[in-house]
């Protein structure tokens, strides 16, 4: 079973980035989305969900969206932040930080 795991922090005051809004849509075809997960993070910011992943599954691209406008109420230049990935493998683990800003963000691999 794959783990996708994702924690979101507050840039600007070093919080956790807590009740965000996420969709992950899994990308069949140029014209086709499917909702995957949708989901809110929790109290410390973070998503943690595991996946049965089938082989069609690992083939498949991944779109993550954070609804952000609403976290930052004011000063917001950023509303969305949308990650496009693979998850290629049943048993791994994928993990996504981010650090999220009004006015910008910044997300990498982790194991």
């Not at 998503?47 to 089938?54: A, C, E, P, R």
């Amino acid at each position: 079973m794959a783990k996708f795991s994702s924690h979101l922090l507050n840039g600007s005051d070093g919080t956790h980035a807590s009740n965000v809004k996420v969709k992950i849509y899994q990308i069949q075809s140029s014209k086709l989305k499917k909702l995957f997960l949708n989901t809110k993070t929790d109290g410390n910011g973070r998503i943690n969900q595991h996946f049965n992943l089938s082989k069609k599954d690992c083939k498949c691209d991944y779109e993550m969206i954070c609804d952000i406008k609403r976290y930052f109420k004011k000063k917001k230049i950023v509303g969305e932040i949308v990650i496009k990935f693979k998850m290629t493998d049943n048993k791994k683990n994928y993990h996504l930080p981010i650090i999220i800003s009004p006015n910008s963000y910044t997300v990498w691999w982790s194991k």
